[in-house]
């Protein structure tokens, strides 16, 4: 193929490129792919984010969908991508595609197709969609007869607010949107279940207010501190496109997201019952809140995509994963940024999260974990594994290695479950190196030793 094409890959989650390299033509490309893999099984959703250029690159999208013959809903603003998801199902659709560069610097957009269902597309949906790569023969200008706006997310604020029946009265909440797709839709729900909200980077800005929207700690200072200084019950944030969540607590502060996943599964075996689902670079905390009610968890490779099938495959109740995304099973099986704010409201109204926070540590004791990332090109990950398997010793940073888990490159795990992990990164030249312990120093001497095991390699 030609170089347009050359230049579109499906990674770990949809296709994302800075704006030089996404252009109108490559996207068209993508929309005319989908076309032809559907091959006309019924109409198809797009949605797009709240960056400049993404209305445009959806309007493209639709035009192709529309020659084509594909009937398309288009929503008629930027919304979450979890409210398309959940569209692609409330609608019965064909599937659908969402104009996002989700966490990424506003240089960047991207596109990912979510397929019939709801759940993210497995690499033999996007592999498949690569090799359909082509031109559209022509492209119509917007045919209100095939192409109609359509208001995604009433309906989904509808479904949210009956599936957690959530009673937020007397609850005072800072949600911060961080100028993404969440505003008006997160803080909305929550004031339609009964909260105070305080408003935090609720308008739209394209450019993110000048910081990547990724809600990590150190871009989320004024909701720390609303929350930690007691203006506020909870703290709350979305990421650009709101399928990830962060955490605030009145004395944790931001509430790391392997700890929000234990409190939020546990809140949910209060009433409910089923294993849980995460990925290897997610902390075995779960694991120790699911033994203790009888349940189960199954470990999967980094990305959602993995943890939506396994929550398929296993009737899971919950599916996770380190950076910030949940779903729920009989929700959608796909991380929602927006449903899972209104499920830790519910659990901070019934019981504080920093009293369900503090039972868990009374009970499995206190985890850590960190990472750090190697320099490493992507033409020599393969080799770096390759040379790694079979080569692991028996003894790393003074301890013996219990196990090795390769579902995603080598998780080490030792004999009192502390572990560390190396994987390739699936969206920049790097290593990650992983490790979880029962302190920070512990932590700090298994990541040096995961370091100098792989700079040699590379």
């Known amino acids: 193929m030609g170089t347009d094409a050359d230049a579109i890959e499906f990674g770990t989650d949809g296709w994302r490129a800075t704006l030089d390299v996404f252009t109108?033509?490559?996207?068209?490309?993508v929309g005319q792919a989908v076309a032809t893999y559907l091959d006309g099984d019924g109409p198809v959703a797009v949605g797009y984010d709240a960056r400049d250029s993404s209305r445009g690159f959806a309007e493209d999208l639709a035009r192709t969908l529309a020659g084509n013959g594909i009937e398309v809903l288009l929503s008629e603003r930027d919304c979450p991508t979890p409210v398309v998801?959940?569209?692609?199902?409330?609608?019965?659709?064909?599937?659908?595609?969402?104009?996002?560069?989700?966490?990424?610097?506003?240089?960047?957009?991207?596109?990912?197709?979510?397929?019939?269902g709801g759940a993210p597309a497995l690499p033999e949906v996007t592999d498949r969609l690569e090799e359909l790569l082509a031109e559209p023969e022509t492209v119509p200008e917007l045919d209100h007869g095939s192409v109609s706006e359509t208001d995604f997310v009433e309906p989904y604020l509808e479904h949210v607010l009956e599936f957690v029946d959530a009673d937020l009265s007397g609850l005072t909440i800072a949600y911060d949107a961080m100028h993404g797709s969440g505003r008006d839709?997160?803080?909305?729900?929550?004031?339609?279940?009964?909260?105070?909200?305080?408003?935090?980077?609720?308008?739209?800005?394209?450019?993110?207010?000048?910081?990547?929207?990724?809600?990590?700690?150190?871009?989320?200072?004024?909701?720390?501190?609303?929350?930690?200084?007691?203006e506020a019950d909870l703290g709350i944030a979305n990421d650009g496109d709101a399928d990830r969540?962060?955490?605030?607590?009145?004395?944790?502060?931001?509430?790391?997201p392997s700890l929000q996943y234990a409190v939020l599964y546990e809140y949910l075996l209060e009433d409910g019952s089923g294993p849980a689902v995460r990925t290897v670079s997610t902390s075995s905390i779960l694991d120790k809140v699911a033994r203790a009610h009888g349940e189960e968890v199954f470990e999967?490779?980094?990305?959602?995509?993995?943890?939506?099938?396994?929550?398929?495959?296993?009737?899971?109740?919950?599916?996770g994963e380190e950076s910030g995304g949940f779903g729920i099973t009989s929700h959608l099986r796909n991380k929602d940024g927006v449903l899972i704010?209104?499920?830790?409201?519910?659990?901070?109204?019934?019981?504080?999260?920093?009293?369900?926070?503090?039972e868990i540590h009374d009970e499995h004791g206190h985890v850590f974990q960190d990472r750090i990332s190697v320099a490493c090109p992507d033409a020599r990950k393969d080799g770096v594994l390759?040379?790694?398997?079979?080569?692991?010793?028996?003894?790393?940073?003074?301890?013996?290695?219990?196990?090795?888990?390769?579902?995603?490159g080598f998780k080490i795990t030792f004999e009192d479950d502390t572990w560390v992990l190396v994987r390739p990164s699936g969206t920049e030249p790097k290593l990650r190196v992983y490790a979880e312990a029962d302190s920070p120093e512990r932590v700090e001497a298994l990541l040096d030793a995961g370091r100098d095991l792989v700079e040699p390699l590379v």
């Open 85 to 116: 998801g959940w569209a692609v199902r409330d609608h019965d659709l064909a599937g659908a595609l969402m104009v996002t560069a989700s966490h990424n610097p506003p240089n960047y957009n991207g596109v990912k197709f979510i397929p019939e």
């Open 24 to 29: 109108t033509p490559r996207v068209r490309m």
């Open 341 to 358: 704010a209104l499920l830790a409201a519910a659990a901070e109204a019934e019981r504080p999260i920093d009293d369900r926070i503090a």
């Open 300 to 319: 999967t490779a980094v990305g959602f995509k993995w943890v939506a099938q396994a929550m398929e495959d296993y009737d899971a109740l919950m599916g």
């Open 245 to 256: 969540i962060s955490v605030v607590t009145p004395e944790e502060g931001f509430l790391d």
């Open 185 to 230: 839709v997160t803080g909305d729900l929550l004031e339609r279940a009964g909260a105070d909200v305080i408003e935090l980077r609720c308008e739209r800005d394209p450019e993110f207010g000048g910081t990547p929207p990724e809600p990590e700690a150190d871009r989320l200072h004024d909701l720390i501190e609303t929350v930690t200084e007691g």
């Open 386 to 408: 390759e040379e790694l398997d079979g080569a692991l010793p028996d003894e790393l940073a003074g301890a013996a290695v219990a196990s090795v888990n390769t579902v995603d």
